[in-house]
């Protein structure tokens, strides 16, 4: 690395299912990490459950402030690399974390899963009402007055897609 890097929050690329171990490894060595998580429900022959999975599978958020930082993440056996697209790391801005943070804690939303399909079409809108307020989300799927919105976190090139009534949603 040739240049000092811009504090923030960066994507670690960790090995798969070992995102809460990082998460909590980087936490003991001092890291401010996040690591979203939703709850689904999983079906055994014999019963079913209600577990906590990674929004973003392998990905977690570490807030890097110093060339030092960076380094020191990544020497975590479960981290494998900071994630890049093309040359630049991939940074989560602050307004992206608390919207994330915002989706995931908010409650009666269920079905948020992540998508990084690069959509052309659809009704661009805001969400008016309810924790979400402000938000900007593209309609994905209309059916029986419950809309599929999709919320784009840019720096990770991926989607969150909620479902939401159409009274919470308006046109741009």
């Known amino acids: 690395m040739t240049k000092s890097l811009v504090s923030g929050w960066y994507v670690l690329y960790v090995q798969s ?45 570490v807030y890097i402030s110093s060339d030092k930082n960076f380094y020191q993440a990544l020497s975590l056996n479960e981290v494998c690399a900071f994630i890049k697209f093309g040359n630049q790391y991939a940074r989560v801005t602050e307004e ?47 059916n029986n007055n419950n809309n599929k919105i999709r919320v784009r976190i840019e720096s990770l090139r991926q989607d969150v897609i909620v479902q939401l009534k159409e009274k919470d949603l308006k046109i741009n």
């Open 96 to 142: 992206e974390v608390k919207d994330i943070k915002s989706i995931i804690s908010t409650p009666n939303i269920d079905d948020v899963y992540i998508d990084n399909q690069t959509v052309t079409y659809g009704t661009k809108m805001s969400i008016k009402t309810g924790p979400l307020k402000g938000m900007n989300c593209e309609v994905i799927d209309c």
């Open 17 to 61: 299912r070992q995102e809460k171990k990082a998460q909590r490894l980087l936490k003991e060595k001092g890291f401010d990490t996040f690591l979203p998580l939703v709850k689904k429900i999983r079906n055994w022959s014999d019963r079913k459950a209600t577990i906590e999975t990674p929004l973003f599978p392998s990905y977690l958020f």
